[in-house]
Nanobody, 118 residues
């Protein structure tokens, strides 16, 4: 019923670009803070970027100036534009939805693989 479906991952060379998409269903999209997180093999899952329901953003220092999060409420979709990709960006990227009323109410997508070659 509640679903987050990511797409757009793939294999790119260092310096290249990708755009990830996450389509939400079964939720009131306007009442969600949306975010992207990533997890490399053997590592913990870390925040990449978030955007609130009022379009305020937060970015990890490692991606500032390179990645841009955006959302289209009419399409119930959040995007992550990734430019100037580095090998250390290689990870599984996960879409996250959080209720604006409670940080304890969270939903996750299945993840999409991003691999950046040197």
């Amino acid at each position: 019923q509640v679903q987050l479906v990511e797409s757009g991952g793939g294999l790119v060379q260092a310096g290249g670009s990708l755009r990830l998409s996450c389509a939400a269903s079964g939720m009131i999209f306007d009442l969600l803070t949306m975010g992207w997180y990533r997890q490399a093999p053997g590592k913990q899952r870390d925040l990449v970027a978030t955007m609130t329901s009022s379009f305020r953003t937060n970015y990890a220092d490692s991606v500032k100036g390179r990645f841009t999060i955006s959302r289209d409420n009419a399409k119930n979709t959040v995007y992550l534009q990734m430019n100037s990709l580095k090998p250390e960006d290689t990870a599984v990227y996960y879409c996250n939805a959080r209720s604006i009323y409670s940080a304890n109410i969270n939903y996750w997508g299945q993840g999409t693989q991003v691999t950046v070659s040197s």
